[in-house]
């Protein structure tokens, strides 16, 4: 059975849209990503983000040699994907 969640307050009505995430429909939401290397940090662990690919071998480095839980965020255009 599928939970239908109305998000109030949307002020572009045109918009509106049903997006189903873990069987929960969710209607006229914008959802964006977290700094998830900021998450990371937050809870503990190493979190490192990466936004341009002569960083990435240093940073993969970083995370291989750390001892403990560790994140890496990697920002790409998603049309490389």
């Known amino acids: 059975m599928k ?3 109305y998000i109030p307050n949307i002020p572009d009505t045109s918009k509106k849209r049903i997006v189903v995430v873990g069987g929960v429909e969710k209607f006229a939401t914008d959802l964006h ?3 998830f290397a900021e998450f990371a940090n937050g809870c503990g662990a190493l979190g490192i983000k990466v936004t341009k690919i002569e960083d990435l071998g240093k940073a993969m480095k970083r995370v291989l040699d750390y001892n403990g ?3 890496l965020e990697i920002i790409t255009d998603v ?3």
Request: glycine letters at 0%; hydrophobic letters at 40%.
């Open 79 to 81: 049309s490389l994907v």
């Open 69 to 71: 839980t560790a994140l």
């Open 33 to 35: 990503n977290p700094d």
């Open 3 to 5: 939970t239908k969640m």
